[in-house]
């Protein structure tokens, strides 16, 4: 225990005094985690509470409470089955596995919808296996949208340029979202003959993903 964690000692008759200096210490180093319900001041930095309301425990920072950031608020999505467009130059919207191990973020219905439980800045790394059984230029477009809206300047694009071609493309972006808020992930490829391709596990190699989306919140 340090010097700054030992409780004072009496000294001599002088109660007052140590009781004073007893009371400051339990001041300086009590826990200031209480329960929050409203109306309380945040004039001074640093005093740390808990928000009944929203569940989370925020602290005081410049005037306002700001919310400290527990772990939660995380997925990861793949896709394991080839996906191919019925028709060229036409915008689909990626429909991903059911997720394990998420964590307030979940698939919404329809399924294409990734719901958000809190609002928050997320980070999402998107990633697609693509191929194409043409020798022609195939170009593949990706772009997301919240609730239902594109995203200004969010879409990213790729060619392949031979019969049998398969690279990976992907992008990471951060979004800020409100709680109830949902993200689909849309695609447009100008030829039937480009895919999204899942590969199945071949001992020693593991299976490849048609398309991953990796979510996690960084900020309340």
Do not use: C
């Amino acid at each position: 225990m340090t010097q700054q964690q030992r409780p004072p000692e009496p000294r001599g008759e002088d109660w007052k005094t140590w009781g004073r200096r007893m009371m400051q210490f339990m001041s300086q180093t009590r826990s200031a985690l209480v329960q929050q319900t409203g109306g309380e001041n945040a004039a001074d930095d640093g005093t740390v509470m808990w928000d009944r309301g929203g569940k989370y425990p925020v602290v005081s920072e410049g005037g306002e409470w700001r919310q400290i950031v527990l772990e939660g608020g995380h997925a990861n999505f793949i896709i394991t089955a080839d996906v191919t467009p019925s028709q060229a130059n036409t915008a689909y919207k990626l429909t991903y596995d059911a997720p394990s191990g998420n964590s307030k973020i979940t698939r919404g219905s329809p399924t294409t919808r990734i719901v958000f439980e809190e609002a928050g800045e997320y980070i999402l790394s998107f990633s697609a296996q693509i191929s194409s059984t043409s020798a022609s230029t195939v170009h593949f477009y990706f772009w997301p949208s919240i609730n239902g809206t594109a995203v200004a300047n969010g879409a990213m694009t790729t060619a392949l340029h031979r019969n049998n071609a398969t690279i990976v493309t992907s992008r990471t972006q951060i979004f800020t979202l409100s709680a109830g808020d949902y993200v689909e992930v849309n695609y447009l490829i100008d030829n039937t003959s480009g895919f999204l391709n899942y590969t199945a596990a071949s001992s020693p190699k593991p299976a490849l993903p048609a398309s991953t989306l990796s979510i996690t919140r960084t900020h309340a």
